[in-house]
C-alpha cells in the first residue's frame, strides 16, 4: 500500500510541474499582451509558480519559474522584433525570465527561511524593487512594466495618483503573494487569521481609495478638442522634403482643423512627424497653418520633423488662435536605434489655453514618469501630444501615456499616427477614442476636462520604489542571518 502512495506521489509530481508551467505561462502570456485583454488573469499567474517554490528544491523552482514566464513574455516577442529586431528581442525576453526566476528564488527563500506572515510581503517587494530599477535603467523608461495591463480596470490604477505607476505593479504581485503564502503556511498548521486579516486590509483600503477618487466631482470646465491624423501615405519620410508635398499635406491637415474648427473645436492636435519643416519651406508651412489658426480662431498643436536647424529633431509646434506660434519643443526621449539622427531636446512645452496651463509632450517621453513630473509640477491641466506608435501596440502605448495623467492629476488629448486617438481626463478614463492604426484617416471631437485635483505622488514621487529596495535588503538580510544562525 505504501510503495504504491509513493508511486503515484512520485508520478503526480512531474505532472503538477506541467501544470504550473502550463497554467501560469499561459495567464502571463494572456494577461499581459499589447490589448489589455484578461488583465486579471495577472492576479493568478504567479500563483501555481509560487507554490510550487515553496515545495521544491531551488534547482526546480528556478527552471519552472524561467520557462513560464518566457511562455508569458512571447506575447511580446513579435512586437519587440518589430521594434529592436531579433537578436535584442530574443535577449530581452531571456533576461527578463532570468530575472523573474530570480526574483522566485528571493522570494522562496524569504517565506522559507523567515518562517513569518510578513513574507508575504516578499513577492511584490521584489517584483517591484526590479520594476523601479528597470526605470531609472533602462533606454525605454516604462516600457515593459506589468501595470499597463490594468490600465482599463480603474478603481486599481488611482493608486498611482499616490505611489506612481509602482503602485499598481505592487498590488498586481500582492493579490497572489498573500494568496499563496497564506496557504502554503495554513498547510503547515499555522494560524493565518492575522495575515488574511492585513492582506484584506490592505486590498479594502487601494480598492476603496480607488472608488472614492473615481466618484469624485469632475470639474464641469471644458474645452472642445479636435484630433486628426491623415491616410498614411500622405506623410513624407524622408531627409529631403519636396516642398510641393510638404504644402499638399499641410493643406490637407488646414482642411481637417478647418472642418473641426467649425464643429466647435478649439484646440486641433496633429501626430507625431505629420508634416517635415525646413529652412527653405518653413515660412510657407508655418504660413498655412498660422492663417488657418487665425481664421478659425483654434489653437493648433503639430508635431514635426524639425530641418530648420543644422541640428535635426522631433518637434511639436504649438500655434495660438491668432496665427502666432507660442512654442516649438523638441522631444527628450527618442526611441532607442530608430531615432538616431535626432537631438533630443531638454526642457518641457509649457503654454496657455485660454488662461489654462497646458503643455505639449510627444510619444515616448510619456514613457517616462519622473520627466512628465515636470509638467505636473507647472500645474499642467491639459497634456497635447502628438505620437505615432506601431500598430499592435496601440491601446498599450495609449494606456501608458493616459496612465501619466492618473500619476500627475491632468487630462490628455493624444493623436498618434498608426494609433489611437484618446481624450482622456486626470482619472484615466478615457471618454472619446478612434483608431488609424489600420493606416487610414481618423478624426474625433470632444470634451477635455479642465481639472487638476491635485497628487501626492507630484511630491513624493519615488517614495515606494526606495521603500521596496530597502525592504528587499532586509528579507534577504533576515534571511540569510537565519540561515547561518541555523547552521551555527
Not at 228 to 253: C, G, M, R, W
Not at 372 to 387: D, E, H, Q, R, V
Amino acid at each position: 500500500m505504501t510503495n504504491t502512495h509513493q508511486a503515484t506521489s512520485a508520478s503526480a509530481k512531474p505532472l503538477r510541474t506541467i501544470a504550473a508551467i502550463l497554467v501560469s505561462g499561459l495567464c502571463w502570456y494572456i494577461s499581459n499582451g499589447l490589448n489589455g485583454n484578461f488583465w486579471y488573469l495577472l492576479w493568478v499567474a504567479p500563483i501555481p509558480i509560487l507554490l510550487l517554490a515553496f515545495r521544491s528544491s531551488w534547482k526546480i523552482t528556478f527552471i519552472v519559474s524561467f520557462i513560464a514566464y518566457l511562455i508569458g513574455r512571447m506575447s511580446w516577442f513579435s512586437f519587440l522584433v518589430t521594434v529592436a529586431t531579433l537578436v535584442p528581442a530574443i535577449v530581452f525576453s531571456l533576461l527578463t525570465a532570468l530575472i523573474f526566476a530570480l526574483i522566485i528564488l528571493a522570494t522562496r527563500l524569504t517565506v522559507i527561511k523567515t518562517n513569518q506572515w510578513f513574507s508575504l510581503f516578499a513577492f511584490p517587494v521584489f517584483f517591484t524593487s526590479f520594476e523601479f530599477l528597470l526605470i531609472n535603467l533602462s533606454p525605454d523608461g516604462t516600457a515593459s512594466s506589468i501595470a499597463y495591463s490594468q490600465s482599463d480596470f480603474l478603481p486599481l490604477i488611482q493608486i498611482a495618483s499616490v505611489t506612481g505607476l509602482l503602485g499598481i505593479t505592487f498590488i498586481v504581485c500582492f493579490i497572489p503573494s498573500a494568496i499563496s503564502v497564506i496557504l502554503f503556511y495554513r498547510h503547515k498548521g499555522r494560524n493565518m487569521r492575522n495575515p488574511v486579516i492585513v492582506s484584506a486590509a490592505i486590498l479594502l483600503i487601494v480598492f476603496l481609495f480607488g472608488f472614492i477618487r473615481l466618484n469624485n466631482k469632475t470639474s464641469t470646465n471644458t474645452i472642445d478638442v479636435g484630433l486628426v491624423v491623415l491616410q498614411e501615405k500622405y506623410h513624407n519620410i524622408t531627409q529631403q522634403p519636396d516642398l510641393s508635398k510638404e504644402k499638399t499635406a499641410t493643406e490637407l491637415y488646414a482642411n481637417e482643423i478647418s472642418m473641426l474648427a467649425q464643429k466647435g473645436a478649439k484646440a486641433v492636435v496633429l501626430p507625431e512627424r505629420a508634416i517635415n519643416i525646413t529652412k527653405d519651406n518653413e515660412a510657407d508651412i508655418i504660413s498655412i497653418l498660422s492663417n488657418t489658426a487665425k481664421q478659425n480662431h483654434v489653437f493648433i498643436v503639430t508635431g514635426y520633423t524639425n530641418f530648420r536647424s543644422d541640428k535635426e529633431r522631433n518637434s511639436s509646434l504649438v500655434i495660438d488662435d491668432e496665427g502666432t506660434v507660442i512654442t516649438d519643443y523638441n522631444k527628450v526621449h527618442l526611441v532607442t536605434g530608430l531615432e538616431a539622427q535626432f537631438t533630443p531636446g531638454k526642457d518641457p512645452g509649457l503654454f496657455s489655453i485660454n488662461q489654462t496651463h497646458a503643455g505639449t509632450a510627444i510619444c515616448k517621453d510619456l514613457d517616462f514618469p519622473y520627466y512628465i513630473n515636470k509638467y505636473g509640477g507647472s500645474a499642467t491641466n491639459i497634456l497635447f501630444i502628438p505620437a505615432w506608435d506601431f500598430i499592435v501596440d496601440d491601446w498599450l502605448h495609449s494606456r501608458m501615456a493616459i496612465l501619466r495623467g492618473v500619476e500627475n492629476g491632468f487630462s490628455e488629448v493624444r493623436t498618434a499616427r498608426q494609433g489611437r486617438l484618446t481624450i482622456s481626463d486626470a482619472y484615466g478614463r478615457v471618454n472619446y477614442e478612434a483608431t488609424c492604426a489600420n493606416g487610414n484617416a481618423a478624426s474625433l471631437i470632444g470634451k477635455v476636462y479642465i481639472n487638476n485635483p491635485g497628487t501626492l505622488y507630484l511630491h513624493y514621487s519615488n517614495w515606494l520604489g526606495i521603500v521596496c529596495c530597502i525592504a528587499a535588503a532586509l528579507f534577504i538580510f533576515y534571511s540569510l542571518k537565519n540561515i547561518c544562525r541555523k547552521n551555527s
